[in-house]
């Protein structure tokens, strides 16, 4: 199995900045992509930001685009997203989740809360 940890959540103002981490261990499972998800009470989850491990392409969602930026580093096995100009319609829990060749995204972590006031 593959253990994703997510950290770096908090509260903050509006226009303000936060970086969330994601750090992966286990087992040595083929990851192809991974991504920041969120969900907000009540919402269905979406995705917000997506990184190829291979080549480093990144991909937003319209409402985070020009605000957030995924980035990986490998050596550490961690992916983070910094998160800039943020809106109260940013508060959500975020979950990193890895993309495998078991199939899907095969791996989520716990969650970290972000509140935007």
Same mark, same amino acid.
């Given at each position: 199995?593959v253990q994703l940890v997510e950290s770096g959540g908090g509260s ?11 750090v992966a261990s286990g087992n040595n499972i083929r990851t192809y992509f991974v991504g920041w998800f ?19 392409? +990144?991909?937003?969602? &319209? ?9 990986? &580093? ?16 940013? +508060? ?7 993309? +495998? ?10 969650? +970290? ?5």
């Open positions: 199995d903050v103002q509006a226009g303000g900045s936060l970086k969330l981490s994601c969120r969900q907000a009470p009540g919402k269905e989850r979406e995705g917000v930001a997506t990184i190829y491990t291979g080549g480093g392409s +990144t991909f937003y969602s &319209d409402s985070v685009k020009g605000r957030f930026a995924i980035s990986r &580093d490998n050596a550490k096995n961690t992916v983070s997203l910094q998160m800039n100009s943020l809106k109260p319609e940013d +508060t959500a829990v975020y979950y990193c989740a890895s993309h +495998t060749v078991v199939g899907g995204w095969s791996y989520w972590g716990q969650g +970290t809360q972000v509140t935007v006031s």
